[in-house]
């Protein structure tokens, strides 16, 4: 397989610009010499379809982008990808994509607007904020950004006096960040390595589907279940719901939802009290045992509903599978003590000597970098107070992934200026005064940082169909247009240019010797540029997890409702961004096998016991909002739990994903966690009624039971060793798939 580059400057298709419909493409007259028609060409890019920052190579064939696979040297997926990266060619070629500038007119319709007049009129917006002294309420939210965009943004906001840069996620893992910093003067989230450990316990972590790198964790997580050395690693899930990561463990366990900081401080009480804990100095020791001597297994078993027997043994058995690994941070476990959770799995982890080991604080994640959700908060109460002049919306639809109840679309409505830079029309663009098209990911430009260490480039593997502007590109356009030396600030004639400039620094970093054309070649084809991090250090800091409260209280939950509710990022549309591709939307979700919308999720006791059948539309009721949705019956959750995915119930966003399914964001309060800004996705009961309707859901699956006719055989892992050679905690009596 090759890979190549594309110069920016070349010209492999000359198109004719069309907003009705896609480019004409005229015949090659003089073919690019890196172009054999019929054969495949190959760019290596970075994927940006979540954080995670996959890398990729992408096939073109005359011009124009056909697959993209997973690049086989980047250290993050290592040559695999995900189905949302593999739908990014979907949002390429998506026919909803807005194909000019538009500019709402006094009757609030969008008008297409030439590109030249937009910078002109931004431009002018623009100085007279800043000569009336309002500069500094000039604010950018833009999606996670790590390199030269990033840089770019932060001057150019510069430029007015401003810092109001907010780096926004909806699954930002604040509780996990806060729990680092109290435990081990580290407000960051580390790297996490699956393939090391023995035994892994997730709290609600579905590193599987959308936790933090799921190619990455995939991989790590497939090593470590290799049954290498006579055994392979133990997985133990535990959270409300089994979700596709839950699946795959060997034991599910489900506490009451919000208890999980008394499993894993009970724990701790019995790995102490045995002596099964690490080496630890011995102020440590008694200062833990301290803060966990009222969590012995009987207190416990109470508030989560296990068994006392259950948690001595699962304490024992994290203890003695090291190194082990303990994950918190999961959406379904992020509720209003989320950073206590946080605080004692780190604690667990720490006296099991796991630290430096399976967890390490170097190098860390890019979604170190990112704002609170508590930050937003705090700008959507400035907008409501008349205190920013113009906002800026780069890959962020705030009015989709935020709860109602934050106020963002009246604040909005506030502020004077609102520019988006999205591709398409949805929730939060079509409430703009402007919007200017970015070029889709495959047609840009650009770098990204997922970890320390790792440097990945973005490259166009085809000219752009539309008429859309990379916005860097726009950024350096208005700089040059504004007066007070703007201009001298962004001497860059485009973002192609400004890009090299700051690759230069690197190349000045790590290989000054080599000349700096080769260096940039070089890093393109292989899709960036990374190294090994020095692992950092990481101490306890006894004296602020000593001044937790303790004991720490239950968990709160808005509303007077029988059922807590559950939210989980959706496998196909993670939090709503892929639901406007269609290979998505047919994308079988991995336990249901639906497609197409979205459901309530409900254990079949309850539903007899409220005399709900599959298909019943469902009205759900909390103090914030309502949704309807369809009722899937499940024995995977909790009697007393409801889940929902997100993903879908988009009001705008194309035709694919519009008025399909609910929005059950907008079921939450707006209120964050406390300690960590988080938003707090575990935090209210609903009432369930039966609307009378029906709606049945469209499945690819006939049944999930066999009707003892012996469909799916098993047989165990004792059955498959030879004799004398059982794995450790397989079955010892060999089983056969068929009878003899």
């Known amino acids: 397989m090759k890979w190549s580059t594309v110069n920016s400057q070349s010209s492999i298709l000359h198109e004719l610009p069309c907003v009705t419909s896609l480019p004409v493409t005229v015949q090659y007259l003089l073919p690019h010499e890196e172009i054999v028609p019929g054969h495949a060409l190959w760019y290596a890019s970075t994927c940006r379809e979540c954080p995670a920052g996959c890398g990729l190579l992408v096939k073109t064939r005359e011009g124009r982008a056909i697959k993209v696979e997973g690049n086989p040297q980047h250290p993050v997926n290592r040559g695999r990808l995900c189905a949302r990266g593999q739908a990014s060619l979907q949002g390429l070629y998506n026919p909803d994509r807005i194909r000019e500038p538009l500019r709402k007119d006094p009757a609030g319709r969008f008008q297409p607007i030439a590109w030249e007049e937009a910078e002109k009129l931004l431009a002018e917006n623009l100085d007279a904020i800043r000569g009336r002294g309002f500069g500094h309420q000039v604010a950018f939210i833009t999606a996670p950004l790590t390199g030269s965009l990033d840089r770019l943004i932060s001057d150019w906001l510069k430029g007015f006096g401003s810092k109001r840069l907010i780096r926004y996620e909806p699954f930002a893992y604040e509780p996990l960040r806060a729990a680092n910093r109290i435990c081990f003067d580290r407000d960051v989230v580390p790297t996490y390595h699956l ?312 190349h000045q970093q790590v290989d000054p010797r080599k000349e700096f054309e080769s260096f940039w070649e070089e890093s393109l084809q292989r899709g960036g540029l990374w190294g090994g991090v020095r692992p950092g250090s990481a101490r306890l800091n006894l004296k602020a997890v000593s001044s937790l409260k303790s004991p720490i209280g239950e968990a709160m939950f808005d509303g007077d409702g029988t059922f807590y509710l559950s939210l989980y990022p959706s496998l196909s549309h993670f939090d709503g961004r892929g639901a406007n591709r269609p290979w998505l939307q047919e994308l079988p979700d991995p336990m249901t096998s639906i497609v197409w919308d979205n459901w309530l999720e409900i254990h079949p006791q309850t539903a007899k016991r409220f005399q709900i059948t599959e298909g019943d539309l469902i009205s759900i009721s909390s103090p914030y909002g309502k949704a309807e949705l369809p009722a899937h019956l499940s024995e995977g959750i909790r009697p007393d739990v409801v889940a929902v995915p997100i993903g879908q119930g988009h009001t705008k966003y194309g035709r694919y994903a519009s008025d399909r399914g609910a929005n059950p964001i907008h079921l939450l309060p707006h209120d964050p966690e406390p300690q960590s800004g988080a938003l707090p996705w575990l935090s209210v009961k609903v009432t369930l009624n039966k609307t009378g309707k029906r709606y049945p859901l469209a499945s690819v699956a006939g049944s999930d039971r066999q009707y003892g006719r012996g469909i799916a055989q098993a047989v165990s892992v004792a059955a498959l060793s030879p004799p004398g050679e059982v794995a450790e905690g397989a079955e010892e009596e060999p089983k056969q798939i068929y009878p003899p």
């Open 195 to 506: 393939a090391e450990a023995k035994l892994i316990l997730s709290f609600g972590a579905d590193f599987l589907e959308g936790w933090i790198s799921p190619v990455e964790f995939a991989q790590g997580f497939s090593k470590m279940r290799r049954p290498d050395n006579g055994g392979m690693g133990r997985f133990i899930y535990v959270g409300p719901r089994l979700s596709l990561t839950a699946a795959n463990a060997d034991e599910w366990i489900s506490p009451r939802p919000g208890s999980e900081p008394f499993l894993a401080l009970g724990m701790i009480h019995v790995i102490l009290g045995e002596g099964l804990a690490a080496s630890l100095p011995q102020e440590e020791r008694e200062e833990i045992r301290r803060l966990t001597r009222a969590y012995d297994p009987k207190t416990v078993a109470a508030r989560t509903e296990i068994p006392p027997e259950q948690i001595v043994r699962l304490a024992r058995v994290f203890s003695s599978h090291g190194p082990a690994l303990a994950l918190a941070g999961g959406v379904a476990v992020t509720d209003r003590n989320a950073t206590a959770t946080g605080v004692a799995i780190n604690l667990l982890n720490y006296i099991s000597g796991n630290l430096g080991k399976t967890i390490r604080f170097g190098p860390t994640s890019n979604l170190s970098g990112l704002n609170a959700y508590r930050d937003l908060i705090s700008l959507i109460e400035a907008m409501s107070r008349g205190e920013i002049q113009a906002v800026f919306l780069y890959n962020v639809n705030p009015l989709f992934t935020m709860p109602r109840a934050a106020g963002f679309d009246a604040a909005l409505k506030k502020v004077p200026l609102v520019v988006s830079f999205s591709g398409l029309v949805d929730e939060t663009a079509a409430e703009a005064h402007l919007v200017l098209p970015d070029h889709a990911s495959l047609e840009s430009w650009g770098d990204y940082s997922p970890q320390e260490g790792i440097h990945s480039l973005m490259q166009p593997a085809m000219r752009p169909l539309f008429n859309t502007r990379g916005l860097g590109d726009l950024l350096i356009n208005v700089a040059k247009r504004m007066e007070g030396g703007m201009a001298q600030s962004f001497p860059w004639g485009n973002f192609y240019e400004y890009l090299r400039d700051q690759w230069k620094k690197i």
